[in-house]
């Protein structure tokens, strides 16, 4: 079975500041890894996702993560954070095969202040 | 463009009550799952349907059922509901033969049972 760790609950960070959110994932098999972007009252949308290849992915609004197999972790970065990006952050991975299921941590709470 | 539309957006039901969350999808996909999502604990997995014509129990499929009444709609029903089914459920759908696991939400249902 898969499993997946956020390790911080929440993330206070000053605006223009870097942030990063930590995600730590267990499987005893290849999965396939995401972060999704919650922003308040609405669903959650795709940020960017690591399939194959390179290790270093970009998404949408200047975030990126890379996946680390030895330490079986994906770590969501940005280097200059806005006030808009204040929002609740899920890392999810799914396997091959599984009729695409996502399983999700707990979420991070970004709160990026003036 | 609408994606995935849920309804109905909020609920308030009494302890017995029954009551179904609909969801359709105009995107043309395959796959369907329904998620409940609750404070610190992250979204867990209802139900899925792979594919019209199948569904499959998630995580947390006690107190639930589900009709997947064509490729389209993917509803999820509470026989008797429950104090402990207060939550804020989401409804999602997928291409899964790209088996990639990208998912694509609908804004949520809110329910509170009483």
């Known amino acids: 079975a898969q499993s997946v760790t956020q390790l911080d609950s929440q993330v206070p960070v000053f605006e223009e500041a870097p942030v990063e959110l930590r995600c730590n994932y267990s499987s005893s098999v290849s999965v396939y890894l995401f972060w999704y972007v919650q922003y308040p009252n609405q669903g959650l949308q795709l940020l960017l996702k690591y399939l194959s290849g390179s290790t270093l992915v970009k998404g949408i609004n200047g975030f990126e993560a890379e996946f680390n197999k030895s330490q079986t972790s994906f770590h969501l970065r940005k280097p200059s954070v806005h006030i808009s990006d204040t929002a609740e952050y899920f890392c999810a991975v799914s396997v091959y095969n599984q009729g695409g299921k996502l399983i999700f941590g707990q979420g991070t709470e970004l709160s990026v202040k003036p | ?114």
């Open chain 2, 1 to 114: 463009n609408a994606g995935v539309t849920q309804t109905p957006k909020f609920q308030v039901l009494k302890t017995g009550q029954s009551m179904t969350l609909q969801c359709a999808q105009d995107m043309n996909h395959n796959s369907m799952y329904w998620y409940r999502q609750d404070p610190g604990m992250g979204l867990r997995l209802i139900y899925y349907s792979a594919s019209e014509g199948t569904t499959d129990k998630g995580e947390v499929p006690n107190g639930y059922n589900v009709s997947r009444l064509n490729k389209r709609e993917f509803s999820l029903r509470l026989e008797s509901a429950a104090p402990s089914q207060t939550s804020v459920y989401f409804c999602a759908s997928s291409i899964l033969s790209a088996n990639t696991g990208e998912l694509f939400f609908g804004e949520g249902s809110r329910l509170t049972v009483l």
